[in-house]
């Protein structure tokens, strides 16, 4: 069982940057990779970017160059940096944890607006 606990988020101006933490935990757990969604109202989550266990990171096209995903394995955290905000980028953005036994573990979400 991983417990995910997902941090930072808020109000941004537009232009601004954003960090947002995801923590993982549990006892005994490997994690083999970590997905950041973004879900905008009324709509599904859809997948922004990933980490895999090597280190290999993917991001949607849409925010390459802006998003950053990037990890702390030592203490199992995941990030997500996001530079340039936009308007469009206002949504709740939620953590992805899979562990090596093929189990998904969401964090609860953080609201990210954009906003002047």
């Known amino acids: 069982q991983v417990h995910v606990v997902q941090s930072g988020g808020g109000l941004v101006q537009p232009g601004g940057s954003l960090r947002l933490s995801c923590a993982a935990s549990g006892s005994g757990v490997t994690i083999d990779r970590v997905g950041w969604y973004s879900q905008y109202p009324d709509n599904e989550r859809a997948l922004v970017a990933t980490?895999?266990?090597?280190?290999?990171?993917n991001y949607v096209h849409s925010v390459k160059g802006r998003f950053t995903i990037s990890r702390d394995i030592a203490r199992n955290m995941f990030y997500l940096q996001i530079n340039t905000l936009k308007p469009e980028d206002t949504a709740v953005y939620y953590c992805?944890?899979?562990?090596?036994?093929?189990?998904?573990?969401w964090g609860q979400g953080t609201q990210v607006t954009v906003s002047s």
């Open positions: 980490i895999t266990s090597d280190g290999n990171t």
């Open positions: 992805s944890v899979w562990d090596t036994s093929g189990h998904e573990y």
